[in-house]
């Protein structure tokens, strides 16, 4: 079999594949899932999605953009390439096997985490940006789930507040 989404379906089905690793991991999940490929596909055998964006800790920096890691990781793509479904494999890819703590990364990634708000004005939103905070346009805010220890108060690493947001079972 050739097809890329018909080939993931059968390494879910069988187990082989456990986790898949998405830098976007949402979108990718839904783009698949309404692929034809996943069609009639039972949801409660899928693997474990983990989003590098969301999940992993990139450290402060000026973006998460998948593209500014690969570079800031000595990876380069082609600029025919670059931002493209191909490209986006080719760059994770690339990153992944030059981390020091992929691992460890995962093994975090794999722990459910509480979710938090960030408490900053709109004109510092680039405060919560930079320290992997995604934007929730429905709740109007900035968002990251961080361990359940978290300070709520600023710290040296986060100039800024946060509050664990309330999330339904």
Partial sequence: ESDPLVLLRK?????WVT???????????DFVMSSHAFSGFDLDKPATWICTYKEFEWGKRASHRLAHIAVDHGVWLPPAIAH???GDVMALCGVLTVMDD??????????PLPLFHAIVPYLQKDLAKDR???WNGAAKRWEKRL???????????????????????
């Fill in 19 to 29: 986790a898949v690793l998405a830098h976007q991991a949402d979108f990718d999940y």
């Fill in 132 to 134: 992997g905070f995604s």
């Fill in 84 to 86: 493209s479904a191909h």
């Fill in 11 to 15: 390494w879910i089905e069988t187990r």
């Fill in 102 to 111: 992929l691992e460890g990364q995962i093994q975090r990634a794999l722990v």
């Fill in 147 to 169: 361990p359940e220890d978290t300070l709520l108060n600023p710290t040296p690493d986060r100039p800024f507040r946060v509050e664990r947001v309330k999330e339904k079972a």
